[in-house]
């Protein structure tokens, strides 16, 4: 059973930066993309980014391409997103999932974490 456990959620003002973290246990874990997804209030969940184990190929929404980075040390089962230039319309719940390479298709993923929580205010 993969477990992922995210973190480094919080409050962040405007043009901000932020990392999250999302650290897995398991199995395999390897063996499986690592995708973040978030869900604003009111709106529905929307995929952010995703790392390919194998040949560390990445993917972003348009939306974040040119401010968000996503990273990954196989050894400390940790992916990592790093959020620059935040804005108001990225608060939402960020959540790391484990499947398939892609952030079209979250019935794709096989394992979710619970996510953490990110407010950009000033």
């Known amino acids: 059973q993969l477990q992922l456990v995210e973190s480094g959620g919080g409050l962040v003002q405007p043009g901000g930066s932020l990392t999250l973290s999302c650290t897995a246990s398991?199995?395999?874990?390897?063996?499986?993309?690592i995708t973040w997804f978030r869900q604003a209030p009111g709106k529905e969940r929307e995929g952010v980014s995703s790392?390919?184990?194998?040949?560390?190929?990445?993917v972003y929404a348009d939306s974040v391409k040119d401010r968000f980075n996503i990273s990954r040390d196989n050894y400390k089962k940790t992916v990592y997103l790093r959020m620059n230039n935040l804005k108001p319309e990225n608060t939402a719940h960020y959540y790391c999932?484990?499947?398939?390479?892609?952030?079209?298709?979250?019935?794709?993923?096989?394992?979710w974490g619970k996510g953490t929580l990110v407010t950009v205010s000033a």
């Open positions: 790392i390919n184990p194998a040949t560390g190929r990445t």
């Open positions: 398991g199995l395999n874990v390897d063996y499986y993309a």
């Open positions: 999932a484990a499947g398939a390479f892609t952030i079209a298709h979250e019935t794709l993923m096989q394992y």
